[in-house]
């Protein structure tokens, strides 16, 4: 482990530390009774992971947890993915109009082919208030895209809307589950289980995704994908 992955980790533990007291300093997505037809939309940028990495986490993580709690909402093959950069948060109406994704496109256009792949290293999973996400530490490859797209949006008056916890060593989030119902200590015990027993493979970024959906990416709209170097 480096010391950019270091960094990483600490703003990781800041956040689990800020959940555990309930004071989190960072945008959250409340629950709604009908996830897939939900009509709070967001415009994002995602990596859609290839069908090996997607097999193992149903496989290893989401299956175990549904034998124990099915009832809630656990992300189908087409809709697991990973958080590039955030643009506007989720909301009913949109903070974004037709204007805006002009302008998204034309950014991520510019930007994201001058940017190289990264690696992600899975290492732990981490329960939010609302949601279960496998999280990986990254080279820092990913800060470099984050921070250019960061730059150019806000050049042209498209800034990032969501509030984060941290604004320089970001990492990979990928949401497994949505809660519709009171954590059981069977459940979180399971997931303290899984989380110990991680062991993923490296898993390369090669592309990016500029859309508009929902939080679980049903209702969405393609924008547009870019391959990295």
């Known amino acids: 482990m480096?010391?950019?992955q270091s960094k990483q980790i600490e703003?990781?533990?800041q956040i689990e530390s800020s959940i555990a007291n309930n004071t989190p300093a960072f945008s959250t997505i409340l629950p709604v009774d009908d996830f897939e037809n939900d009509s709070r939309l967001t415009l994002t940028s995602v990596h859609f992971p290839n069908i090996q990495?997607?097999?193992t986490i149903q496989r290893c993580i989401i299956d175990p947890l549904k034998l124990i709690t099915p009832d809630h909402y656990y992300y189908s093959n087409d809709s697991l993915h990973m958080t590039i950069k955030n643009i506007r948060v989720i909301n009913d109406p949109p903070h974004f109009n037709n204007d805006d994704t002009k302008v998204a496109k034309r950014i991520f256009n510019e930007v994201i082919p001058k940017h190289k792949k990264f690696k992600v290293f899975f290492y732990r999973l981490l329960l939010f208030k609302n949601n279960l996400a496998l999280i990986g530490t990254t080279e820092p490859k990913l800060d470099k895209i984050i921070l250019d797209l960061d730059e150019k949006l806000s050049q042209a008056k498209l800034?990032?809307?969501k509030i984060y916890l941290n604004s320089k060593y970001f990492f990979s989030n990928i949401t497994l589950a949505r809660f519709t119902q009171p954590l059981t200590a069977m459940f979180e015990s399971k997931v303290s289980?899984?989380?110990a027993?991680?062991?993923f493979p490296d898993y390369t970024v090669d592309s990016v995704t500029l859309l508009t959906g929902n939080a679980v990416m049903?209702?969405?709209e393609v924008i547009g994908t870019w391959e990295l170097l």
């Open 197 to 199: 027993q991680l062991n």
């Open 53 to 55: 990495l997607i097999n």
């Open 193 to 195: 289980e899984l989380s």
């Open 218 to 220: 049903k209702r969405r």
């Open 2 to 4: 480096d010391g950019h």
């Open 11 to 13: 703003v990781i533990d």
């Open 159 to 161: 800034p990032d809307d």
